[in-house]
């Protein structure tokens, strides 16, 4: 079959622009095939052509960027096709006077942000593994991360799309301004939709102005689980508010207590008084001003920690109200967990092995309160074994219409979301 795929892809892209999975991915954890074909498509166009193909052969394909969450959510089911997006790199249009940026979906997020620094300017995101993202990858996937807190979620910060349907016709959503009425707003539909919709190929973004000043005020001990509720009430204006377990503090080497870890983005005056008036509110617990290099070295730690191509593991984004986060810690700890959580009540477990039933446990906790677990990454074997997303709420019925009316033959990502 894949030698047939192959056959008619030529057809469409150079020979240069064809791979085998086993040849192009690099050493992750994939269950797909090596075997499985890899078309990298120089254009939206051409991508159109693929999609298109696809739907009158009914391979079932699966989008992706760099593939660094290629392995996120369930096992795709019987795939006969992989596109990458990484040559739709280009920039299109970057409008510095309106803080706004239009990139093809290929385009890494690290490369995109280098760009953008020449006009003082950024993309307020954390992802995961930022050397490997695409823009497009972030967007299917929702990947936010802390600055959450200040800048809102991909869903507030993504102003428009284009995208190629199941049959490959190409559509535009949204535009290229922040205030904007045109039409229903796809670009929130396709967030988060891990590419079961459409193949997204270029996207607006809302930017902001590169802080002139940075500080993060580390505070480890127990009285750090009060302060969470106190600074998210309080007059202060931080980038982001993260609560670290106890476990993820001594895995950094900051001690063996929960930690709250505020990060302060302004003009430095700002900084300066803002980080004072939270070390008034620590009192006499134990705290670490971290700035420069520092603070550099710490964020890359936390995210590396968590996120690193190089290690296995299981992780697990959770979410639950705030007000819940600091019982949630505990039972973290208890399951032999590190956890990473932000503001929102939104974060990161992370085991390096554990079992099905220990996994179930947390979820149990966490539906319990209102709140979720959703497996990420994890061995094929252990995935197979559970429900990767959990309870759906009330909306799966819903959702599953939605994915018929955009893809009714279910030819992209089959089984990897609903």
Same mark, same amino acid.
């Given at each position: 079959?894949?030698?047939?795929?192959?056959?008619?892809?030529?057809?469409?892209?150079?020979?240069?622009?064809?791979?085998?999975?086993?040849?192009?991915?690099?050493?992750?954890?994939?269950?797909?095939?090596?075997?499985?074909?890899?078309?990298?498509?120089?254009?939206?166009? +051409?991508?159109?052509?693929?999609?298109?193909?696809?739907?009158?052969?009914?391979?079932?394909?699966?989008?992706? /960027?760099?593939s660094?969450?290629?392995?996120?959510?369930?096992?795709?089911?019987?795939?006969?096709?992989l596109?990458?997006?990484?040559?739709?790199?280009? =920039?299109?249009?970057?409008?510095?006077?309106d803080?706004?940026?239009?990139?093809?979906?290929?385009?890494?997020?690290?490369?995109?942000? !280098?760009?953008?620094?020449?006009?003082?300017?950024?993309?307020?995101?954390?992802p995961?593994?930022?050397?490997?993202?695409?823009?497009?990858?972030?967007? #299917?996937? !929702?990947?936010?991360?802390?600055?959450?807190?200040?800048?809102?979620?991909?869903?507030?910060?993504?102003?428009?799309?284009?995208?190629?349907?199941?049959?490959?016709?190409?559509? $535009?959503?949204? *535009?290229?301004v922040? $205030?904007?009425?045109?039409?229903?707003?796809?670009?929130?539909?396709?967030? /988060?939709s891990?590419?079961?919709?459409?193949?997204?190929?270029?996207?607006?973004?809302?930017?902001? @102005?590169?802080?002139?000043?940075?500080?993060?005020?580390?505070?480890v001990?127990r009285? #750090?689980?009060?302060?969470?509720?106190?600074? $998210?009430?309080?007059?202060?204006? @931080?980038?982001?508010?993260d609560?670290?377990?106890?476990?993820?503090?001594?895995?950094? *080497?900051?001690?063996?207590?929960?930690?709250?870890?505020?990060r302060?983005?302004?003009?430095?005056?700002?900084?300066?008084?803002?980080?004072?008036?939270?070390?008034?509110?620590?009192?006499?617990?134990?705290?670490?001003?971290?700035?420069? #290099?520092?603070?550099?070295?710490?964020?890359?730690?936390?995210?590396?920690?968590?996120?690193?191509? +190089?290690?296995?593991?299981?992780?697990?984004?959770?979410?639950?109200?705030?007000?819940?986060l @600091? !019982?949630?810690?505990?039972?973290?700890?208890?399951?032999?967990?590190? *956890?990473?959580?932000?503001?929102?009540?939104?974060?990161?477990v992370?085991?390096?092995?554990?079992?099905?039933?220990?996994?179930?446990?947390?979820? $149990?906790?966490?539906e319990?309160?209102?709140?979720?677990?959703?497996?990420l990454?994890? @061995?094929?074997?252990?995935?197979?074994?559970?429900?990767v997303?959990?309870?759906?709420g009330? !909306?799966?019925?819903?959702?599953k219409?939605?994915?018929?009316?955009?893809?009714?033959?279910? =030819?992209?990502?089959? /089984?990897?979301f609903?």
């Open positions: 079959m894949s030698g047939e795929i192959v056959q008619q892809l030529k057809q469409i892209v150079e020979p240069s622009a064809l791979r085998m999975l086993g040849e192009w991915l690099e050493p992750r954890t994939c269950a797909l095939s090596p075997d499985t074909p890899v078309v990298l498509p120089e254009s939206a166009a +051409q991508l159109a052509e693929v999609v298109a193909a696809s739907t009158k052969n009914r391979w079932r394909l699966v989008p992706c /960027g760099h660094s969450k290629l392995d996120w959510g369930r096992i795709p089911e019987k795939i006969d096709l596109i990458s997006t990484s040559r739709l790199n280009r =920039l299109i249009d970057h409008a510095a006077g803080l706004t940026v239009t990139a093809e979906a290929g385009l890494g997020f690290q490369a995109l942000q !280098a760009i953008l620094a020449q006009q003082g300017q950024f993309l307020a995101l954390d995961a593994y930022p050397e490997h993202a695409t823009l497009g990858g972030i967007l #299917a996937t !929702a990947d936010a991360g802390s600055l959450r807190h200040r800048y809102g979620s991909v869903r507030d910060l993504c102003l428009g799309v284009t995208f190629v349907r199941y049959d490959g016709e190409i559509v $535009k959503a949204g *535009g290229r922040v $205030k904007n009425v045109a039409g229903y707003d796809l670009m929130k539909l396709f967030t /988060g891990f590419g079961t919709l459409g193949i997204v190929t270029e996207m607006t973004f809302r930017l902001y @102005p590169v802080p002139k000043a940075s500080r993060t005020i580390l505070i001990g009285s #750090a689980l009060p302060l969470f509720g106190s600074v $998210k009430t309080s007059a202060l204006t @931080p980038s982001a508010v609560l670290l377990s106890a476990s993820t503090v001594r895995q950094l *080497g900051f001690g063996n207590e929960p930690a709250l870890a505020v302060f983005w302004n003009i430095p005056e700002s900084v300066q008084v803002q980080s004072e008036e939270l070390l008034a509110f620590a009192g006499t617990a134990k705290t670490m001003q971290l700035y420069d #290099a520092a603070e550099t070295q710490f964020q890359d730690q936390l995210r590396g920690h968590f996120w690193s191509s +190089q290690k296995s593991g299981i992780v697990a984004k959770v979410g639950v109200l705030p007000t819940e @600091p !019982a949630l810690l505990p039972e973290v700890e208890a399951l032999g967990a590190t *956890g990473w959580f932000h503001s929102s009540g939104i974060g990161l992370r085991w390096e092995d554990t079992s099905v039933e220990t996994i179930g446990k947390l979820r $149990k906790f966490l319990t309160r209102q709140g979720f677990l959703t497996v990454e994890a @061995p094929a074997t252990l995935k197979a074994q559970l429900d997303w959990g309870y759906p009330n !909306a799966l019925k819903l959702m219409t939605l994915q018929r009316q955009f893809d009714p033959q279910t =030819l992209l990502s089959p /089984g990897r609903i």
